[in-house]
């Protein structure tokens, strides 16, 4: 039984969900049948985040770099992603999750875009697990796109250059109505941000994990949480004695 961290656990968990292709690979397979294998992983770690109090999941779907893979391979993705929202909204809906998208949606297909729309209105007041899906995201692509909207908001006198500070431009990220992550998670070894959260992770604590992303369990994320328990996180001060 899954050790309760409610009180000692993260509160917000990010994830770079990594290792699907490689996963399929091992097995003989294509790279797309290991994007299945994660998104049913999805579903596993979104339901058992309850039981580690963790309120918030978000989860690193689609970066905006990720365009340069074969077209086969985005065009698949782009059809899994549509599949998934299609089939667990009812789920989502009746176990209390609520469901928001990050990035930038210009580049996504209308079908996408009004199926990301229409789940996030359906959700809207669950609030028994927050999930936020990153795609077509990038850190610096966020940023960029926050600066630009503050930089309007100064140009119509509706924001005070002069007030502008750390506090000012999480207003007008993608996650202004988040909580910065508690813990960043990446699966399949590697040991890099790859452009995830750049400006909210600035203070969270990060594991990387060996295991593949289709292989990353109830278990091992109750490890994880597990270990984040023991840390000392300070921000930047110096523990009193």
Same mark, same amino acid.
């Given at each position: 039984?899954?050790?309760?961290?409610?009180?000692?656990?993260?509160?917000?968990?990010?994830?770079?969900?990594?290792?699907?292709?490689?996963?399929?690979?091992? %097995?003989?397979?294509?790279?797309?049948?290991?994007?299945?294998?994660?998104?049913?992983?999805? %579903?596993?770690? *979104?339901?058992?985040?309850?039981?580690?109090? *963790?309120?918030?999941?978000?989860?690193?779907?689609?970066?905006?770099? !990720?365009?340069?893979?074969?077209?086969?391979?985005?065009?698949?993705?782009?059809?899994?992603?549509?599949?998934?929202?299609?089939?667990?909204?009812?789920?989502?809906?009746?176990?209390?999750?609520?469901?928001?998208?990050?990035?930038?949606?210009?580049?996504?297909?209308?079908?996408?875009?009004?199926?990301?729309?229409? +789940?996030?209105?359906?959700?809207?007041?669950?609030?028994?697990?927050?999930?936020? *899906?990153?795609? !077509?995201?990038?850190?610096?692509?966020?940023?960029?796109?926050?600066? %630009?909207?503050?930089?309007?908001?100064?140009?119509?006198?509706?924001?005070?250059? %002069?007030?502008? !500070?750390?506090?000012?431009?999480?207003?007008?990220?993608?996650?202004?109505? +988040?909580?910065?992550?508690?813990?960043?998670?990446?699966?399949?070894?590697?040991?890099?941000?790859?452009?995830? +959260?750049?400006?909210?992770?600035?203070?969270?604590?990060?594991?990387?994990?060996?295991? +593949?992303?289709?292989?990353?369990?109830?278990?091992?994320?109750?490890?994880?949480?597990?270990?984040?328990?023991?840390?000392?996180?300070?921000?930047?001060?110096?523990?009193?004695?």
């Amino acid at each position: 039984m899954a050790r309760d961290l409610t009180e000692q656990g993260p509160a917000h968990v990010a994830i770079i969900m990594d290792g699907n292709g490689r996963w399929a690979q091992m %097995r003989g397979r294509p790279r797309l049948f290991g994007h299945h294998a994660g998104a049913r992983r999805v %579903r596993e770690i *979104v339901e058992a985040c309850p039981d580690h109090g *963790v309120k918030y999941l978000t989860i690193f779907a689609f970066s905006t770099e !990720n365009w340069k893979r074969t077209q086969a391979e985005v065009a698949g993705l782009m059809k899994l992603f549509r599949r998934y929202i299609e089939r667990e909204a009812q789920d989502l809906l009746r176990n209390g999750v609520r469901v928001r998208f990050i990035g930038d949606r210009v580049r996504l297909d209308d079908r996408l875009v009004q199926l990301m729309d229409d +789940l996030e209105l359906m959700t809207a007041d669950n609030d028994r697990v927050h999930l936020t *899906v990153a795609i !077509n995201y990038g850190g610096r692509d966020e940023v960029a796109r926050a600066t %630009r909207r503050l930089a309007h908001d100064v140009a119509q006198g509706k924001l005070d250059p %002069r007030e502008v !500070n750390d506090e000012t431009l999480p207003r007008y990220l993608d996650t202004c109505m +988040l909580p910065d992550p508690d813990l960043v998670i990446r699966t399949s070894g590697e040991a890099r941000i790859s452009n995830f +959260l750049l400006w909210q992770s600035a203070y969270s604590e990060y594991e990387f994990v060996d295991t +593949l992303w289709p292989d990353f369990t109830r278990d091992e994320f109750a490890r994880v949480l597990g270990g984040f328990a023991t840390r000392d996180r300070r921000f930047g001060a110096v523990r009193a004695g």
